[in-house]
């Protein structure tokens, strides 16, 4: 039933060559696990990947009782924790996954680096996964701020007097991001629709183009 | 009808739409000019994947239950003895812009000149090293910065950790979310004894109403100041406890102590307040009690 039922979507879509395209192809002997031990270090990429799906996934769940504003924030946090069933599971997967995420993206970037793949046809794949890391940088240093107790609050300020420092730009930067000269109930809703709308969409937007590019260009041959 | 096709087309389209007809049946893809044992991804590479996927799954929910997310008091701008500290993976940077040569005047270095230098150099790494050469041992100019740059991170992150470590022990601070976790804990266990004394299920002290609320006492605490400490509904906030159903817990002589003589982080009002203003202030907290049903 579902093969007529594919079939009746693929006369009018034509949805073969799409999918075929993610999804059909092959893995080559160099890069697969199971016949040379030592090609784990292939799996990282897709272990970031995986990571991040749970990110999106977590975080989605985390936004149905989280509240944005300086007084409820900690409060919305502190019963999400303590109060709602497997509340601590879904905060505390997302808070895990946030440097679990840093830790297979940093490794992923080592083989990257390590087993030379970065060069020639792969350079822009290797400036998109940069501009990853950073946007990757950036949701950690957002989120941190969103459950608005000490910790994240005093660390906010750092950060905030570090950008500061910045010559020219840094009063502007601090501004910009601040929402106005203190930390509080501006920088709180800034941040937190930096975490969940415009990074994620960038992150999409890249992973996009880099998963496009690896698809293109196959991975990078054995050494 | 403008987007109508012609009948001499040799393509045959599904309806008026520009999907093309077509009498093939699907044929699997033949992987047979890629040289070495290659695998189809799917479905038997990415069915393997997602076994060892699962296992790791599971590992990390093991360690979500074992480690719950560490969660503080709300933040409370006017607390000048916290000791700020960033996640993990900025503690490089953050120890960075300690040392003397990056920062007070020479801050440009620290916040631009060197990580700036450096997430450049990340940036545009294919362009910098441009050889045919993939392995690294063949490679020792890239693979040395690269080697050297890790290894500077990780030092800066220990020295940066340790610090603080060491700053936790001089000022006798336990982290906010330890310290929150025990408190949690203490009240579970003395709610599990009263419980077995066969005592009422316990509340929140906060959540009680306040007996007599119109009280003068209410707007003499207000001026000796202490609804900046414990809130002004008395409900108490990050480690002052509630006033409210203090009456429950310290009798009336007790009261008249902690307010005249302090107590811990509760300071000492004798001579801030007068005597009778105390007594007024203790017998109206005594009354502060849970309702009894
Ligand atoms: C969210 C973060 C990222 C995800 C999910 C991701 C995912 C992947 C995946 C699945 C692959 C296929 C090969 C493999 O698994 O190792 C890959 C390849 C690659 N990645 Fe990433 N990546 C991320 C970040 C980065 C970063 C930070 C860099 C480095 C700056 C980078 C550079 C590359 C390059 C150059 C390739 C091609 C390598 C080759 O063909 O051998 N990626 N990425």
Redesign the pocket.
């Known amino acids: 039933m579902f093969k007529g039922i594919y079939n009746w979507i693929d006369e009018r879509l034509d949805i073969t060559p799409m999918w075929r395209d993610v999804a059909d192809h092959e893995v080559p002997e160099h890069?697969n696990p199971a016949h040379h031990f030592s090609a784990f270090?292939?799996?990282?990429?897709?272990l970031?990947?995986f990571i991040?799906v749970i990110q999106i996934l977590s975080g989605m769940f985390l936004t149905m009782y989280y509240v944005p504003d300086i007084i409820n924030a900690y409060a919305s946090v502190d019963y999400l924790q303590h109060k709602v069933a497997f509340g601590a599971i879904v905060r505390g997967m997302h808070h895990w996954g946030a440097s679990l995420?840093i830790v297979m993206?940093f490794l992923?970037?080592l083989?990257?680096?390590f087993?030379g793949?970065?060069k020639a046809p792969?350079e822009m794949?290797?400036?998109?996964?940069?501009l990853?890391?950073f946007v990757?940088l950036g949701l950690g240093l957002t989120g941190y701020l969103l459950p608005w107790d000490n910790k994240a609050y005093f660390a906010t300020k750092v950060t905030l007097s570090i950008a500061e420092s910045v010559p020219y730009l840094g009063p502007y930067i601090k501004t910009l991001i601040n929402g106005g000269d203190i930390v509080g109930a501006q920088t709180l809703t800034r941040f937190f629709a930096i975490h969940v709308f415009f990074l994620p969409g960038a992150?999409l937007a890249l992973?996009g183009a880099?998963?496009f590019?690896?698809r293109r260009?196959?991975?990078?041959g054995p050494l | 009808m403008a987007l109508g096709h012609h009948n001499d087309e040799k393509i045959v389209y599904v309806g008026d739409s520009r999907v093309p007809k077509r009498n093939l049946e699907n044929v699997p893809p033949d992987y047979s000019a890629f040289p070495g044992r290659s695998e189809a991804f799917i479905p038997n590479f990415l069915l393997k994947e997602w076994m060892v996927g699962c296992v790791a799954l599971v590992g990390f929910l093991v360690l979500t239950i074992a480690h719950p997310a560490p969660l503080g008091y709300q933040a409370d701008p006017t607390n000048a003895a916290f000791i700020p500290m960033p996640d993990w993976y900025f503690l490089f940077m953050y120890q960075l812009l300690k040392y003397p040569y990056v920062s007070g005047d020479y801050v440009v270095l620290g916040t631009l000149g060197i990580p700036g230098v450096a997430f450049t150099a990340?940036l545009i790494a294919p362009f910098l090293d441009t050889g045919k050469e993939r392995r690294f041992y063949r490679r020792p100019i890239a693979s040395a910065l690269m080697l050297l740059s890790i290894i500077a991170c990780i030092y800066l992150t220990k020295i940066s950790w340790d610090h603080y470590q060491h700053q936790l022990e001089l000022t006798g601070t336990t982290p906010e979310h330890i310290l929150r976790e025990e408190k949690a804990r203490e009240a579970a266990e003395k709610a599990a004894q009263a419980g077995q004394n066969g005592g009422s299920a316990p509340v929140d002290p906060a959540d009680l109403p306040l007996v007599q609320a119109d009280d003068p006492a209410m707007s003499l605490m207000e001026g000796a100041g202490c609804l900046q400490c414990h809130a002004a509904d008395l409900k108490g906030q990050g480690s002052v406890p509630a006033l409210r159903g203090t009456g429950d817990l310290h009798s009336k002589e007790e009261l008249v102590d902690i307010i005249t003589n302090g107590q811990n982080g509760m300071p000492a009002f004798e001579g801030n307040l007068s005597t009778e203003e105390i007594d007024q202030i203790a017998t109206w907290l005594a009354l502060q009690k849970a309702p009894t049903e």
């Open positions: 890069v270090v292939y799996c990282f990429g897709g970031t990947f991040t995420v993206m992923h970037t083989r990257v680096f087993t793949s970065y792969r794949n290797w400036v998109v996964g940069m990853i890391f990757m992150l992973l880099h998963f590019m690896i260009q196959g991975i990078s | 990340l």
